[in-house]
């Protein structure tokens, strides 16, 4: 097992090797994820905020492809990460209707604000490298620190869509025939409870857990529990209860709260710290528990083949009080 993190964590703890990247902090990033959530067509580029203290340390993206090769079989010190790179660059020129190698010439460096570059340069407002000379590129984005905001999103359905008919397959027919087993379930006797993950917005996943700072106040992995449930079983905020399902039980402080569904619990995802081996001063100070030991491995999305991670019917019963 090969991992590339800068913690020794309950995940990276199983590695045979760690490969440290750099921190967040030390590398450009630039805003995609958000275009999914996006009301404006934006753009958005952030330097990094410290230079690397050893300069000829390999970038993550280094890292990924050389582990690529490795994949193939090839011995770690013979792949050629430029001409990987190079490429990926050119295949995704072709996509555009242009010449990688004809392109490639206007770079002294690749990686991935070559790539950045590309994409920019041929989306919807880009330059196409000179055909439209006031189009975007990724100098003229670094020259605006807050980004560029190019108005309201403009429809492109049907235009995007590569269905024959360009329309949306909203009942493709997989779905369709899974339907009889969807009204059997409807119909199927009431579990006791059910159990729903949660995000807190100090503790995204697990990954802010070792951050001092964000650590501090009441204890955030709780299990949320409505108030008629509460007295139900008996329980009331701060007491611990075993929570069990098909696949295993943890114990956990309950939070009593209206602001639940009856017949539903919540708990967050990404706890579960102070495992052996792992190197997390603050996270296993306040180790929480993981949810993960209640997912059987049976219970899946039928149609997908996925593990359902919502929904999973439980028991709860008070521990102490």
Known sequence: MIAVDLWLNETTRH???ILPGLSPLE????????LNFAVNSIAN????VFEPEEPDRPREWEILVRLTGLCTGMPAEDVDVAAIDDGFFDYMAFTQGLD?????????????????????????FGDRYGENPDGLTLDKLKAQPNGINFGPMVPQVPEVLGTADKK?????????????????R???APDELVLVSRR??????????NVGPLMKGKDRCTLLMHTDDAVKHGVVTGDVVTVSSAGGSIEVPVEVTGAIM???????????????????SVANGSPGVNTNVLSPPNFIDEPSGNGALNGIPVTVTATTT
Not at 105 to 115: A, L, S, T
């Open 262 to 280: 009856p017949g539903v619990v919540s708990m967050p995802h990404g706890w579960g710290h102070g495992k052996p081996g792992t190197r997390m």
């Open 100 to 124: 990688g190698a004809e392109i490639r010439k206007h770079y002294e460096h690749g990686g991935p604000e070559r790539i950045l570059d590309l994409t920019l340069r041929t989306g919807p």
């Open 200 to 209: 807190h917005l100090r503790s995204n996943n697990s990954w802010l857990h």
């Open 168 to 184: 949306i397959r909203l009942a493709p027919q997989y779905l369709l025939d899974d339907l009889p087993r969807l009204a059997a």
């Open 186 to 188: 409807l119909d199927r």
């Open 15 to 17: 590695a045979d090797v």
């Open 45 to 48: 580029y952030s330097a990094p």
């Open 27 to 34: 590398q450009p990033h630039h805003d995609d994820l958000i």
